[in-house]
């Protein structure tokens, strides 16, 4: 038996860590986990912590030429406050990579209608 299980794992894990990372699978996750709470899965907004936070329409492409790609990433990495200093989005740069950054980039351009 435990000459059938150890093989089985390993082949599993070697599995898991060379499967390749898909960098647009990992942007809609991060997303759904991070970001629609308030941007909406959608990226329209209609949550309660997106109305308190008084989030726009990222499907409306009128906002989404309001901000640049490079805007974008700043905010994403330092968040964003209020003229009173009052947090309305998280900064992320201690929980993605430039890379996870800019493929959600990438993912709010895709929300446009
Ligand atoms: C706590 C609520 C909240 C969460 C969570 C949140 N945001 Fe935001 N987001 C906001 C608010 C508020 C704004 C600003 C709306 C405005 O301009 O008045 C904003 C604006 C943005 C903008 C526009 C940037 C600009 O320069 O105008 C982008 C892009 C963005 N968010 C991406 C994200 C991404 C990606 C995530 C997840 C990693 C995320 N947000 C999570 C609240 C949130």
Not at 35 to 50: I, L, Q, R, V
Request: hydrophobic residues 40%.
């Amino acid at each position: 038996m435990k000459m059938l299980v150890i093989p089985t794992i390993a082949a599993a894990a070697l599995l898991a860590g060379a499967a390749p990372r898909l960098a647009a699978a990992d942007a809609k996750d991060n997303w759904t986990k991070n970001c629609a709470s308030c941007h909406g899965p959608d990226g329209a907004g209609h949550t309660k912590a997106g109305r308190m936070a008084q989030v726009k329409d990222m499907t409306d492409a009128k906002y989404q030429g309001a901000f640049t790609d490079e805007q974008a990433v700043k905010q994403i990495k330092e968040g964003f406050k209020d003229s009173t200093g009052k947090e309305r989005m998280k900064a992320f740069a201690d929980k993605f990579t430039d890379d996870e950054v800019k493929g959600l980039v990438a993912y709010v351009r895709s929300l446009k209608h």
